[in-house]
């Protein structure tokens, strides 16, 4: 992996040395190995896939979600194809563009994936309705955070699977994991025991709460420990991890935009957190939020 001194998340120029920054181990070569796949996630906390959907299937779902854009004058006129930005526009997919995109849900919860978490929790899976699509303009990145505290009503045995929607160079601004930060649970006991949809009912009433651990990915790693990972990914890579992973992204420092989404699975069997089940799914709605005597 080629590494650049000047990359940034949040805004911060990180460390790229190799005690502080590194590339994500890929699994393709035990993708058909359950146990080995197990192992692997047991020990690292995620499961990166390079190649593991062909990259056909990947680029008919980033052509729908350009063609979208593109409706909305927010691609270059010269190149919409490429997701270079209109000049001083910015937008995101609404979710009616996100619906017509079939071929988004013939990723997503196609049988490649579904029977790929099968063999990996070694049981039938049932994956979250709710599809998270991200359209990442130029600027900063997603600041640190663990998936817990947003979905974390149902087992906590969740998986997310990150997919980008082209090719992801360090400048575009792919997702990055806290190495090990998995195995620091107790550590991060308050953070990962909060629900971004509960509040204090006795303390004004709800005041929106997103998430996140840390706004300096760079200081935060200094007291965690472990190296930032990432990769250059391409179109038809994946990558999973479990809901305790701390993750962040590097900044967009392009003209582009970044296409990604992320799903959740789990075994069927265990509970399921209600909010992202069903045909209305939506974040941050007022019916899913609880509020609590502090």
Request: aromatic share 10%; net charge positive; charged share 25%.
């Amino acid at each position: 992996m080629k590494v650049i001194s000047s990359l940034t998340s949040r805004g911060f120029v990180l460390d790229t040395s190799p005690q502080s920054f590194g590339a994500l181990q890929s699994s393709a070569d035990v993708i058909n190995d359950a146990e080995q796949l197990r192992a692997r996630f047991r020990d690292d906390g995620y499961l990166y896939v390079p190649g593991f959907f062909e990259r056909s299937i990947i680029a008919r779902v980033r052509s729908g979600f350009l063609h979208s854009l593109q409706d909305e004058k927010l691609l270059r006129l010269d190149s919409p194809m490429e997701g270079a930005l209109h000049s001083g526009k910015t937008g995101s997919l609404s979710r009616k563009a996100i619906q017509e995109n079939s071929a988004l849900g013939e990723v997503v919860f196609s049988s490649r994936l579904t029977d790929f978490y099968t063999r990996l929790f070694g049981g039938e899976v049932r994956h979250y309705d709710h599809i998270w699509t991200r359209v990442i303009p130029p600027g900063r990145g997603t600041a640190p955070h663990c998936d817990l505290v947003y979905m974390g009503r149902g087992t906590h045995d969740v998986m997310t699977a990150w997919i980008p929607y082209g090719d992801v160079s360090l400048e575009l601004g792919g997702l990055m994991l806290l190495e090990k930060s998995h195995t620091q649970a107790n550590r991060l006991g308050n953070y990962l025991a909060k629900d971004v949809d509960e509040y204090c009912a006795n303390r004004g009433g709800y005041k929106p709460n997103n998430g996140i651990l840390s706004k300096n990915p760079v200081s935060l790693r200094e007291k965690l420990g472990g190296r930032w990972l990432t990769a250059e990914f391409r179109m038809g890579d994946m990558l999973t991890f479990g809901m305790k992973m701390l993750h962040a992204s590097l900044d967009n420092q392009t003209g582009a935009y970044r296409l990604s989404s992320d799903t959740r699975y789990q075994l069927a069997r265990e509970p399921i957190d209600p909010r992202w089940v069903g045909p209305d799914t939506e974040e941050y709605a007022a019916k899913n939020r609880i509020g609590k005597i502090c």
